[in-house]
C-alpha cells in the first residue's frame, strides 16, 4: 500500500502534478510580516468524563482560584494512591472532535454556503496540540512528527501518528519521569474548583481522563481552521470575556536560579507555552515554579500577548511571526499536495528535526483515521 514510500528521497524540485515534493523548515526562511491570524472564535466545547466518555457540554469545564500570597502545594502528594491516569496507548486520533461535529455541524460558522451545503465550510479539521508542534518546528531540535492527512468532503483532517522514537520515550520513561507527569495534573488540583463558588478539594483523586475541551473557529492567512484544545479552566467572574477571552493555562517549571536557567526558560518554554496558548486564543498562563520535591515556590501570571516582548533580550530567540509563517506554509503545502477526497486515503507527512518536510502515500492501510461511523453519518 505505500506506492511511493520513496517520494522522501526525491529532490526538492516540483513533481510532476506542479506541487513541490518537500517543504524546508528553515527559520530563515519565513522571516516575514506576520501573517493574518483571525481572534480564534469558540463555536463549542465538550468534556471528557472519568472513564473517557463524550459528553457535549460542559460538565468538566473548572474554575480559576487564586492561590494565597506563598501557597504550599506539594506536588507529590497523592502520588500515587490518589491517582488515576489515563492509558496513553490508547490511540484516540481525532474521534472526540469529530463526535463533536456530527452533533454541532449547525454551529460551524460558514460563509458563502447554504446551510444545507453537505460540506462543512472549513479548510483544516485538527487538535490544537497537532498545530503547537508545527508552530515550534522551525526551533524544534529533539523531535520530529508524523502527521496523517485525509481529505473528506473538502475539508482536510490532519491526525497525529506517534513515530517510534516518542513511543520508545513513552515505553522506557523512568519512575521520576512518571511522577514529574502527575505534577502538572495536581498542580491543577490546587488551583481549580469544580464549580463557580466552590474551592479546591487537593485531597481528592486526580484523573487525568477528565477534560475539558473548546472548539474554535480562526483563520491563518487563507486557511479556515476548526480545531479543538484542552481547556484547563476559566475565571470565576461572570461578566469576564466570552470564551476563549476568559480562559486560563496552567502550567509547572522548575524554579529559576540561574541566569542559564532563565535563559532556557525564555528559549525553549515560553515557545511552547506561548504557541499552545496563542493558538485558541487563551489570554493567560499561570505558572507554578517547584523545587526539586515538587514543592510549588512561586507562582506567576504570564499574559499570552506579552510573551513575545519578554524574550526579545535573548540572543538569537524565538519569533512567533516565524512559527505563524511556517504553519501557514505548512498549510499551503497540505492543499497543494492533498488533492484527492478520499477518506481512506492518507498523506502521511514527515518531519524530523534538520531534515525537510516530506510526505508518503497509503491507501486502506493502518494509518486511515476517519471512522466509518462518521463519514457515514456526514454523507446525510
Ligand atoms: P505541566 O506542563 O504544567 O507540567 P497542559 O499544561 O497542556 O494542560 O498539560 C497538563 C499536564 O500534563 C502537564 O503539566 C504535564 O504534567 C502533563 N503533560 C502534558 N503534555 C505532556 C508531555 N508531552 N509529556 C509529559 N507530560 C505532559
Ligand atoms: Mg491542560
Ligand atoms: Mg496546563
Redesign the pocket.
Known sequence: SDYNADKRHRSSEESQHGSPETLSAHRQQYERNFPLYKQPVEVGFFSLDSHRNFFNDQRQLRYYVQPRKSPDFNLRDGYTSRFVKRDDSVKERLDHLLQWIRVNRDKIQTRDQTPSSSALGVDFVTWRGHLTKVLTTPYETQEGWLLAVSKFRGTIYISEVETEAARVNRETRSERQEE??????K??QYMCADDVDGTPDPGGIVN?NEAFCTVVQTRLADHKLLFSG?V?CRVKDPDAPPAPGCYV?????AEICTPKQQSNFHRYKLLKWWA?SFLPGVPQIVA?FRDHDGIVVSVETFQTSKISQLIKNEYNCWKPTVCMNFCSDFLSFVKSVVKEDDPRLVYLFRWDPHRDVTYTVHRDSQYTFLPDWYTKDMKS
Do not use: A, N, V
Open positions: 514529574m507527569m502527575y505534577w502538572g495534573y498542580f491543577e487525568t484542552e484547563d493555562e496552567l502550567k509547572t517549571s499552545q507554578g
